[in-house]
């Protein structure tokens, strides 16, 4: 496994640069994380980067759209403007979670 | 003269750059198991930051048309690929689907399947497609033929639209009919 240095630490991640141990997480990673693809995270991000962490830890898989919509409470016309064109693998990107695997 | 090799980023490509892929589904089936393709397959390009259309045709009207869309039904008869749940051999007798509440019976089978996969019914299904930016269009001859007007169909539906007018609008684009 690739070692990378982001904000400072150095954390494990996978060959296309997603983070692979949810414990070496911190929100100044996340920060960095964002900042590598272009996004600047306001407080909507935050919201669904925490519920992402919080779904993952509890459910064991990162969640689908459709979860982060209805669970998560933030509507998918927003999310598709808080990490634009591929929300569902910005998202896990900084918040440090896999890929989601579901279809749907 | 040589530099210092730079260790290689490792951040995700997002292929933000590749604008050009342009998916269009034509969704011609309304019954419950014929319309999930076109939904499922729309909604991941959507998700893969792919512009998307789909074309409502025919059976398909039913997707989008208020009166029916959380009312469609799955039956199979005609389908010999059908088997009891739960991987059996068995192949479910093709009279047994014609009589009478069967169809309903399936259906109630088959929606439940789909939610316990936590996969949406249908206008939730298609809402969220609008919503991740799908182009939803009706099929002008359809909607002709079944007497149908836009009020008959749900507000995302951009525009009734001609056999030729999909043609131009897919023009460069991956076509995919279901």
Redesign the interface.
């Known amino acids: 496994m690739p070692v990378a240095t982001i904000a400072g630490a150095e954390v494990q991640v996978d060959d296309e640069g997603f983070m692979t141990e949810y414990e070496e997480w911190n929100e100044d990673i996340a920060v960095a994380l964002a900042a590598n693809i272009g996004i600047e995270l306001g407080e909507s991000h935050w919201q669904v980067i925490k519920f992402l962490r919080e779904d993952y830890k509890e459910q064991g898989e990162t969640p689908m759209l459709r979860r982060v919509s209805n669970v998560g409470g933030v509507p998918t016309k927003q999310l598709f403007q808080l990490f634009p064109k591929k929300p569902a693998k910005k998202m896990s990107y900084i918040a440090g979670v896999p890929k989601p695997q579901g279809c749907v | 003269m040589t530099t210092p090799q730079e260790a290689?980023?490792?951040?995700?490509?997002?292929?933000?750059d590749d604008t050009d892929r342009k998916i269009c589904f034509i969704a011609s089936k309304g019954t419950l198991d014929m319309v999930y393709p076109s939904l499922?397959m729309a909604?991941?390009a959507l998700?893969?930051?792919i512009e998307t259309h789909i074309f409502f045709t025919f059976w398909g009207m039913d997707i989008i048309t208020k009166k029916h869309m959380d009312n469609l039904q799955f039956t199979w008869l005609g389908n010999t690929a059908m088997h009891p749940p739960g991987g059996s051999k068995i192949h479910m007798p093709q009279g047994l689907a014609g009589l009478p509440g069967m169809t309903t019976m399936a259906t109630k089978m088959m929606k439940k399947q789909i939610a316990d996969?936590?996969?949406?019914e249908v206008p939730e299904?298609v809402q969220?497609i609008a919503?991740?930016?799908g182009h939803l269009w009706a099929c002008k001859m359809s909607v002709d033929m079944m007497g149908l007007t836009k009020d008959d169909m749900i507000d995302e539906v951009a525009d009734i639209i001609s056999a030729t007018d999909f043609i131009e609008l897919s023009e460069g684009a991956q076509v995919i009919f279901t």
Request: avoid cysteine; glycine fraction near 16%.
């Open positions: 290689p980023s490792l951040v995700p490509d997002f292929g933000d499922v909604n991941a998700g893969e930051g996969l936590d996969v949406p299904f969220m919503d991740a930016g």
